[in-house]
């Protein structure tokens, strides 16, 4: 018999089928040990010595694997092609090894870029040995990344308030977003005015825009005023115009390469809206396979872009045969990363089988958008170029001193623009896009006469650098050589999930506390967060990987550097004013009037710092005058608000009584005197709202809820919206329901009101002896033959089959939820919950009167015996 061992359920049921009878395959569900999140796991006295502890949900599972083991005559590792996976084959190993299951058992390790048949078969024919060189490259990372967080954070906790943790590549992505942030901040915007002309040359108007003035060149941001903008119309209304030139040029565009795992969380954030995890999550269900149809596409973590010979002739089929043998170039597209540090160990990332169309198979939901895009990716980049007829039409004044241009282009032939464009990050705000200018123009001649109809000036500033998106982001990470393709993921999510950033429409903002982090790392761990210092480290632990340098000697070399760096910051006195100084330049800005830039703005003789709160467990800017003077501002740039703290907004014109603004112990609230009340009435400011610009009728609006809706339809009871301790709400006979957004509360309407009323009661926990409609029945569960269904849960929704409840994991839509993963989720949970095994340490307590109570029965009989 042949043990095999994969990570997932799903990945096993597929493989079973491909091997036969004489192959067992059991999964570990994942990772089957780590390291004890506690110090002393990483021992670096003791030459990087490294604990291991085996996961309590997989210790089940695993003593099942070496059982297996115990009677196989063969066990082969098939866990993914990638260094996890690798690492994951040592980790079942050492396992084996330890419950002494193996004896003399052949152990072998095959991979297989895509589970299909042919590539499971192949891998069978031609196992080999683990690979112990990117073995010691994840035990070299998974030790940094240890000693990082259980050294540094440790500094963090002591030395700022409301830090979370700090990790070798996390914090150098924050420091990415915060600087980023700061650039924003330290934008100054400028004017410029755009001219445009409406002209006819014995033709339809076409749009032409100032290129020469006064006998001098354009450029976008020559023209900084309106008098300038006017003094061009005028030129232009007076002027008598020609065409000059007109110039065609063909261009040729080419497709994008197919997917590597960045490019695919790229695209999937801009086109679909993903998460980096969730497009994770979906490439994963589609490699493993769903139902029968096996791995729908090649391994998903990879940075590299070749296909093989058969993935290519295959594209070039469906292509000729989908769209004809125009679309077919001539000869196979090649193509290389660019990517610093990238390795090309695995193929692109592509459907398994290029005949079955999106359209051909029963995915839905993620799975089916998500394979529809890396199929039109993949196919795209193997058809023809696209072909452009770009048009540029000068037209001048007779003296040359006024000059117009036209642009426009017409698609000559579509190529593979037929199946797929890229999508782009951040588009020009201004209109000006010369390089995607679609318009076509009218058929024209040189040296025709061309009449103005119309001409525009308008006015533009320029705008800072966008805020990265979780694709432009990532683009910047593998940009500069941080992470790696597995990696990305996890990396966005830590940041949200420590609250350092927040995302406000698709966008990362750093919190305080993240911005605080990055200022103190900056001051005195700077090299750790330097972006050549990250890449040169990922680059040595690639060295490893390739045999060419010890995981030891990284490590050594790591550890002597960061050491004494976190001892000596640890008996440091002072942080928080030594921070305040570092970055008092970019806290308090020059105000360029000779004034003080760190006058209180409120008091006006204190003076503004840092400050922190280990009570509040956080920090923020304060007054010296502190407690006389409240004022307080968040950490980041000044505003350019010259009031702020405890101020009056101004008068409720219903009530007569002051509104004012209050700085109080759990953050800033409004508040107002209400006629025939002792209290006053308080409403706390809602996140995203800052204090510094708050405006009386905010406060007045903020103040008036809750509001009264309106009648409920049903019992006639009313609804009301309010603002409480988890944020916007409407409410209606004791059942609350969230509003998406704050100012939604202010205008929401019945009809909303009702509705949403509607969807909490339906999918609310209906609590003891209640009975819940499921939200979707998955079937029989194939062991114990109980219906599977998806539930709608209290906190939030989770798959039940008879006593077994199991949550979903984040990220994942009930709706899209088959048997198939329901299963392992079950499972899992089984293994996890209360059984009577763990019942034991009760019995433990009941066991000494047990005890007792024996040697008495035995001590009486001998007492008779002694009588007699």
């Known amino acids: 018999m042949n043990l095999v061992v994969v990570e997932s359920p799903a990945k096993a049921k597929t493989i079973n089928k491909y091997l036969g009878p004489d192959f067992t395959v059991l999964a570990s569900y994942g990772h089957v040990r780590d390291l004890p999140s506690k110090d002393g796991s990483v021992l670096p006295d003791d030459d990087f010595a490294m604990s291991w502890e085996v996961d309590a949900r997989a210790s089940k599972r695993m003593s099942e694997i070496a059982e297996a083991a115990k009677k196989a005559d063969r066990v082969i590792l098939a866990t993914d092609p990638d260094r996890e996976g690798e690492a994951i084959s040592w980790h079942v190993l050492e396992i084996l090894t330890k419950k002494k299951a193996l004896k003399d058992t052949a152990v072998e390790r095959v991979t297989f870029n895509a589970i299909t048949k042919s590539a499971v ?12 060189e990117l073995v010691e490259a994840y035990l070299a990372r998974r030790a940094l990344d240890y000693l990082v967080g259980f050294t540094l954070s440790p500094v963090l906790w002591r030395k700022l308030p409301g830090a979370r943790s700090a990790g070798r590549v996390q914090s150098v992505a924050l420091r990415i977003v915060v600087d980023r942030e700061m650039e924003i901040e330290a934008f100054r915007p400028q004017e410029y005015w755009s001219v445009e002309a409406d002209l006819a040359a014995d033709s339809p108007p076409f749009t032409t825009r100032l290129v020469k ?20 119309r ?32 790229q695209e999937a954030a801009r086109k679909l809206g993903f998460t980096a995890q969730r497009t994770m999550q979906a490439a994963q269900k589609l490699y493993e396979g769903v139902d029968d149809t096996g791995g729908l596409i090649t ?50 990332i592509r459907p398994t089988n290029l005949t079955r169309h999106p359209d051909s198979l029963r995915l839905e939901g993620d799975l089916s958008r998500l394979y529809e895009l890396i199929w039109k990716r993949m196919i795209a980049s193997q058809m023809e170029s696209a072909r452009l007829d770009r048009t540029t039409v000068d037209v001048e004044t007779p003296d040359g001193q006024t000059g117009l241009r036209a642009t426009g282009q017409v698609v000559a032939f579509d190529g593979f623009i037929a199946v797929y464009e890229e999508g782009r990050d951040d588009k020009p705000k201004d209109g000006v896009d010369d390089e995607d200018d679609t318009t076509r123009l009218p058929a024209l001649k040189e040296g025709a006469v061309a009449k103005v109809e119309a001409i525009r000036t308008d006015q533009h500033f320029t705008e800072p650098p966008p805020r990265f998106s979780e694709a432009t982001l990532v683009k910047k990470l593998e940009e500069l050589g941080i992470g790696r393709p597995s990696t990305y993921a996890s990396i966005l999510t830590t940041l949200r999930d420590r609250e350092y950033v927040r995302m406000d429409k698709n966008r990362f903002i750093p919190e305080d506390n993240g911005r ?32 060419d340098l ?17 001892d000596a910051v640890t008996a440091r006195q002072g942080v928080i004013d030594e921070l305040d100084t570092a970055i008092g330049p970019f806290l ?47 950490f980041g740039a000044a505003t350019g608000v010259e009031d702020g703290g405890d101020r009056d907004l101004g008068v409720d014109p219903a009530t007569g009584a002051p509104v004012a603004l209050k700085i109080g112990r759990f953050g800033p609230y409004v508040e107002t005197t209400v006629p025939g009340e002792e209290k006053p009435k308080r409403s706390s400011l809602p996140k995203g709202w800052s204090p510094a610009t708050l405006a009386l009728e905010q406060a007045l609006r903020l103040l008036a809820l809750p509001r009264e809706v309106g009648i409920h339809p049903e019992d006639g009871k009313p609804i009301t919206a309010g603002l ?45 002896g209640a009975a819940t409609a499921p939200l979707k029945d998955l079937g029989a569960h194939p062991e114990t033959g109980e219906p599977v269904h998806v539930m709608a849960g209290r906190f939030g929704p989770y798959v039940k089959s008879g006593k077994i409840n199991a949550t979903l994991p984040k990220g994942t839509a009930p709706e899209d939820l088959t048997l198939e993963q329901a299963i392992p989720l079950l499972a899992a949970r089984a293994a996890a919950a209360p059984t009577k095994g763990k019942k034991a340490p009760a019995a433990k307590k009941a066991a000494p009167k047990a005890a007792a109570k024996k040697p008495a029965a035995k001590k009486k009989p001998a007492a008779k015996k002694a009588k007699a």
């Open 121 to 132: 078969l192949e891998a069978m024919a031609n196992p080999r040995q683990l690979d112990m």
């Open 213 to 232: 003035h006064a006998g001098k060149r354009v450029q976008r941001l020559d023209i900084t005023s309106e008098a300038m903008a006017n003094a061009a």
């Open 234 to 265: 005028d030129a232009i209304k007076a002027g008598s115009f020609t065409i000059k030139s007109i110039e065609k040029k063909p261009v040729k565009r080419s497709p994008s390469p197919p997917f590597t795992t960045s490019t695919l969380q």
């Open 299 to 348: 391994y998903m973590r990879t940075d590299g872009l070749s296909v093989s010979p058969e993935g290519i002739a295959q594209a070039r089929e469906v292509i000729a045969d989908r769209f004809g043998p125009a679309y077919v170039p001539e000869q196979p597209r090649y193509y290389k990363t660019k990517v610093k540090n990238a390795q090309e160990a695995h193929e692109a």
């Open 516 to 547: 605080l982090v990055t200022a103190f790392l900056e001051q005195f761990f700077t090299q750790w967060v330097e972006y050549d210092f990250t890449a040169a480290l990922e680059t040595r632990l690639d060295e490893v990987s390739a045999g």
């Open 550 to 566: 010890n995981w030891k000697v990284v490590l050594r070399d790591f550890w002597s550097q960061l050491k004494p760096a976190t």
């Open 588 to 634: 308090f800005p020059d105000k360029g009037d000779g004034t003080d830039a760190r006058l209180c703005p409120l008091c006006k003789s204190g003076r503004l710092h840092l400050k922190a709160s280990f009570k509040m467990k956080s920090s923020f800017i304060g007054c010296s005058n502190y407690p006389e003077c409240r004022y307080t501002r968040g």
């Open 724 to 768: 409480g301790r988890y944020g916007p709400f409407v409410l209606h006979a004791g059942t609350y329901a969230n509003v998406a957004d704050i100012d939604e509360v202010f205008d929401i309407g019945l009809n909303r009101a009702v509705v949403l009323l509607a969807e909490k009661r339906a999918g609310k926990f209906a609590g003891r």
